[in-house]
């Protein structure tokens, strides 16, 4: 049982574009969004993070767009790079211990 | 990295073997984290500390054990490695006093033959 779905698996776009991905979550004791990249043979790194208190959040070219009536979020990424070419994996935490249930990950190309 | 460091890298172990991943960090961080990563199901959280001898369980904790005697360094073991469990084994940290962002090692890949 996923607790949070991400969609697409995976993503073109050409250089300059906007990609997309999008996640929606089902515990309502989530309570932190944190989207991470990860390039290959490496660790999952953060993004960008936002609180449910807020509907969106704008760091440089990436974008978190937030609805909690709908229990969904996404990510923009503006003016895609072929350096954006990663996985991003969308997440969630809750609790005292603060852990993450993550998503299952959106792999980006980014063509030049 | 974040001060984490794991070890071994890549490990190439035989079915029914005990298999120990290590995790050290120099950061002094009261929480660590073991996930592993698997094709369409991004990390999931097998085990995690949130302090000195003290663990808890996490979503996929069947067939692994943790232990931690030191601040610095949380191990995960495989008590008899299953081919179930070809994997990458990501730790994480996360500093005491509410802060939200975990960091990462740079992963163990582990295979089961």
């Known amino acids: 049982q996923q607790q949070v779905k991400q969609s697409p698996q995976s993503l073109i776009v050409q250089k300059g574009g906007i990609s997309i991905i999008n996640c929606a979550y089902e515990n309502t004791a989530f309570d932190y969004f944190p989207w991470y990249q990860q390039f290959p043979g490496k660790g999952p790194a953060l993004l960008i993070a936002i609180r449910p208190d807020v509907s969106e959040k704008k760091e440089g070219r990436f974008t978190i767009s937030f609805n909690k009536s709908a229990k969904q979020f996404s990510l923009h990424i503006m003016d895609s790079q072929p350096g954006d070419s990663a996985t991003y994996f969308c997440?969630?935490?809750?609790?005292?211990?603060?852990?993450?249930?993550f998503g299952s990950g959106t792999q980006l190309t980014v063509l030049p | 990295d974040a001060g984490i460091t794991q070890s071994p890298r890549h490990k190439v172990t035989e079915t029914g073997t005990p298999v120990t991943l290590r995790c050290h960090q120099t950061?002094?961080?009261?929480?660590m984290y073991w996930y592993r990563q698997d094709p369409g199901h991004g990390l999931r959280l097998i085990h995690y500390?949130?302090?000195?001898?003290?663990?808890d369980k996490g979503e996929v904790s069947d067939g692994y054990s943790v232990s931690r005697s030191k601040t610095e360094d949380f191990l995960l073991t495989l008590e008899s490695a299953t081919s179930s469990q070809t994997s990458v084994y990501f730790c994480a940290i996360r500093q005491t006093g509410g802060g939200t962002e975990a960091f990462f090692g740079q992963g163990t890949r582990l295979t089961v033959v």
């Open positions: 997440a969630a935490t809750s609790g005292s211990a603060r852990q993450l249930t």
């Open positions: 500390s949130y302090g000195v001898k003290d663990t």
């Open positions: 950061e002094n961080h009261r929480y």
